[in-house]
């Protein structure tokens, strides 16, 4: 995607991650699962929804993304 990071934030667990974009979204990400795996998912997410996504895309469920 053209997304850059703006930001990472580790909450007081490390068993998820999220990434704070330039367009001022979170993407969260599972550290248990493949990175690949999620930001193959987030790609294919993002080239459909973008338009609808302005507060996080969660992608800590495996095949499924919610977003708000």
Same mark, same amino acid.
């Given at each position: 995607t053209e997304l850059k +990071?703006?930001?990472i934030? +580790?909450? %007081? &667990? &490390?068993? /998820? +991650?999220?990434l704070v974009t330039d367009r001022g979204f979170r993407v969260i990400f599972d550290t248990l699962r493949? $990175?690949?795996?999620? $930001?193959?998912d987030f790609n294919t997410f #993002?080239? =459909?929804?973008?338009? =609808? $996504? /302005? =507060? #996080?895309?969660?992608?800590? +469920? %495996?095949g499924i993304v919610y977003y708000k």
């Amino acid at each position: 995607t053209e997304l850059k +990071v703006a930001s990472i934030q +580790v909450d %007081e &667990t &490390t068993f /998820h +991650v999220a990434l704070v974009t330039d367009r001022g979204f979170r993407v969260i990400f599972d550290t248990l699962r493949s $990175l690949n795996d999620q $930001l193959d998912d987030f790609n294919t997410f #993002y080239k =459909e929804k973008k338009d =609808e $996504l /302005h =507060e #996080y895309a969660d992608m800590r +469920v %495996e095949g499924i993304v919610y977003y708000k």
